[in-house]
């Protein structure tokens, strides 16, 4: 499996994510954190909760919409959907008890110096480092 080293893409990819973090703080004083954008749309009656679906609307149709307008993206999933489903599940279950989601702990969590998200960061990151070396090298995928 080769994985390919896009910098320029993937800097610009980020700053986008901080300019919108960056907005949702300065102009709500709220975290970009999915799981409790997702968390406050299950409340009754939230006040919150238009910007949470715009924001959450957002995310799922910006890459409908730039792919239809011809945009490649690099994802390609060597599994089937079922497996992609339960995946989502064990990440969802992750999230209920590391309190949070990688979006929210690693971008607006460690630009605010959370100790909390910076404990969380690291776990998601040698965790993701393991799980790539042992699936690459121990597995030979």
Do not use: K, Q
Request: positive net charge; hydrophobic residues 50%.
């Amino acid at each position: 499996m080769i994985t390919e080293f896009t910098p320029l893409a993937s800097l610009f990819g980020g700053v986008l994510i901080g300019f919108g973090a960056l907005i949702l703080m300065v102009f709500n004083g709220r975290i970009a954190g999915m799981t409790g954008m997702l968390n406050g749309m299950l409340e009754p009656r939230n006040p919150d909760s238009p910007w949470r679906l715009a924001f959450l609307a957002g995310a799922i149709v910006a890459p409908l919409l730039a792919t239809l307008l011809g945009a490649e993206f690099a994802f390609v999933s060597p599994t089937n959907g079922a497996l992609l489903a339960l995946g989502g599940v064990i990440v969802g279950i992750g999230v209920t008890y590391g309190s949070g989601c990688t979006s929210g702990h690693g971008v607006c969590g460690m630009a605010r110096l959370s100790p909390r998200s910076l404990v969380a960061t690291l776990t998601f990151m040698v965790t993701t480092f393991a799980t790539v070396t042992l699936i690459r090298h121990g597995f030979g995928g």
